[in-house]
């Protein structure tokens, strides 16, 4: 009898407690899974030689990010991590980035996406460090970072070659230089965010045009200085399904008759392009039918007429509408727009 | 008569009324929510893990987590207490140890660590974990 219980106990500590450990383990925040390895040798054990739970790294607004990413990496179970995130953690610089380049060159093979959004300290030299580590990488996100220049852009291309989602919000001081490498090193590209990138110019956004033609998503929040030379080359992105032109004081309907050539667009933030008007929002109505989110946030220039476009097509997709400050609209209210767009769950985007 | 450490005030769900020292009562708001015999242990724990860190008691890592197993040596009553009133005031330190405790407990496992294993896997997830606080 001693002994049933016995084995009875072993079957429970090493094969049921280690399964369901296994199951509740994939459902757990970074911290509490780690402090699973603290239950007992077994569990710790058992945890190690699940792989698929050490593939990401999450030092989000952590402090001491530079060192504690050292440490992380240095476990033998990260060996194969894919993600690693230090959005706005604190105390992470180009220093760190070199050492983990020198002590930490495996860990970051397999590595697809890292985020350094908010990561103020890093310069191009702890880009070119932290690039040389991980040549697979898919998704880089640098958001907010104002030391990075075309320098630090030059050492991604020649470093990542399977780039699909770049953003470079807030990266002020990115130029067409940039914009030229990333057309000449990415034609398989599918995001790219350039928010606040007041040095790019049309002549460099025409270039990233023509050779990403596989865009899926653009960022052009807040730049106001492009014009239709640019916008109207939108058109040649036939995969475009999220475009955000919030801003584009330049863009007329001309440009955005062009840009309604991209049908598969889900995603339109036109707030603030204060130079359109019905007619450029029509012809957006009669091409792009699956459109779900449209503002039109401080446009004066358009009418009930638009709507009664957009209604004929994406009544039954449209689930967000922004169309306040619109004073040429007369029928606005939420009952007015809900008897156009049944779906509408959501009537402000801007703020 | 300079005091050169602050002290604050708590008042339990209770009305028993306990003075600390500001250090140790590092986030002071929702005590109405614990009794006072769960705040009485949680600020026993507060002392013996701030005076250790500030060096003002000289006690091991190995003695300091001997004192952390006995600490939770409670009741389930007790212990579900603790981690409510741990979570309610963020003592992540606190919340960590009696969370493990209470899953080794209802899953039944031995924690069969030597203190020495233990305190290896601590240090070397030790960037995993929170600085702030106790």
Known sequence: MEGEGEEQTSIWNKETVPKVMKIVSTRLAQRDLISLLLLSPWIHRTLISYPSLWLSIDLREMNNAGGRLIAALSLPRYQHVKQIS?????DIDDDHLEVIKSKCLGSLQDLESLNLNGCQ???????????????????????????ATDEGVK???KNCKYIVDLNFSGCKHLSDKSLQLVADNYPELESLNLTRCVKMTDSGLQQVFVKCSFLQSLNLYALSSFTDEAYKKISVLSHLKFLDLCGAQNLSDDGLSCIAKCKKLVSLNLTWCVRVTDVGVIAIAESCTSLEFLSLFGIVGVTDKCLEALSK?????????DVNGCIGIKRRSRDDLLKLFPYLRCFKVHS | MGSTSTKIKLRT???????VEKAVAVHVIHVHSVSGDILSKILDYCKKHVNSAAGKEDISPEELYEWDANFVKVDQNTLFDLILAANCLKIESLLDL??????????????DYTIEAEEAVRRENKWAFDMLGV
Do not use: P
């Not at chain 1, 230090?86 to 604190?90: D, H, W």
């Not at chain 2, 969370?99 to 031995?110: M, S």
């Open chain 2, 98 to 111: 009696t969370c493990q405790t209470e899953i080794r407990t209802t899953f039944n496992i031995k924690n």
């Open chain 1, 86 to 90: 230090l959005e706005f953690a604190q």
């Open chain 1, 155 to 157: 050492h991604l291309v």
């Open chain 1, 313 to 321: 097509s994406c009544a039954n997709t449209m689930t967000t509408l």
């Open chain 2, 13 to 19: 769900s209770d009305q028993k009324v306990f003075e």
């Open chain 1, 121 to 147: 300290k890093i310069s191009d030299k702890g880009i070119e460090a932290i690039t040389s580590c991980c040549l697979k990488l898919k998704v880089f996100s640098i958001y907010w970072n104002v030391r």
